[in-house]
């Protein structure tokens, strides 16, 4: 079955830009998008078809593609940012959704 | 302000059933796909299937392939998912979640809790 991989963890100070990597085959073809889940709470999308921001969204959340990695960065990173973000996609014949197992931001 | 609110949740025997619902509203229910997700405790996004704005397409996770029936009532804004077979690993936190293109969910309803324990 297809899988996206996302590292576990990823920390930063106050300021800083975080970069969260999201790899899988299909995502040269297919659109991913980003979810911001904090303890307790629904998700929220941040980044959807790889690049595009949802109106509200702050526009330190910024969403690239290349090749079979997708990357969320977070500019300027605050306090309020820390949470768990999973990528989202589908695998290449566009039948199966498949989500990442998550990276815990970790804002120091 | 589109709203997706869960309902159906609870505590169900091992080998019971229970059925879900997500009432939609804020936007056009029938130009969406939709998809129900869940989250085990401290685990998490696993998605469990995805029906298209005329309910004529499902797929379903492995995990829950011929336990689980996805459908939509149009006329009245709402999904649903009929759980039979239940086992403790079904678990979770169960969100309905929209998807405009078939490819990508923009909203997230809050959740219903399934708790299935003897």
């Known amino acids: 079955s297809y899988e996206l991989t996302q590292p576990p963890s990823v920390s930063v100070s106050p300021g800083q830009t975080a970069r969260i990597t999201c790899s899988g085959d299909a995502l040269p073809k297919q659109y991913a998008y980003w979810n911001q889940q904090k303890p307790g709470q629904a998700p929220v999308v941040v980044i959807y078809k790889d690049t595009e921001r949802p109106s509200g969204i702050p526009e330190r959340f910024s969403g690239s593609s290349s090749g079979t990695t997708v990357t969320l960065t977070i500019s300027g990173v605050q306090a309020e940012d820390e949470a768990d973000y999973y990528c989202q996609s589908v695998d290449s014949s566009g039948t199966f959704v498949v989500f990442g197992g998550g990276t815990k931001l970790t804002v120091l | ?118």
Not at chain 2, 91 to 105: F, K, L, N, Q, S
Request: one cysteine or more; proline letters at 3%; hydrophobic letters at 35%.
């Open chain 2, 1 to 118: 302000e589109v709203q997706l609110v869960e309902s159906g949740g609870g505590l169900v025997q091992p080998g019971g059933s229970l059925r879900l619902s997500c009432v939609a509203s804020g936007f056009t229910f029938t130009s969406y796909w939709m998809h129900w997700v869940r989250q085990a405790p401290g685990k998490g996004l696993v998605w469990v299937s995805r029906i298209h704005y005329d309910g004529s397409n499902t797929t379903y996770a492995d995990s829950v392939k011929g336990r689980f029936t996805i459908s939509r009532d149009n006329a009245k804004n709402t999904l649903y998912l009929q759980m039979n077979s239940l086992r403790a690993e079904d678990t979770a936190v169960y969100y309905c979640a929209r998807d405009p293109y078939g490819e990508g969910v923009d909203s997230w309803g809050r959740g219903t809790l399934v708790t299935v324990s003897s």
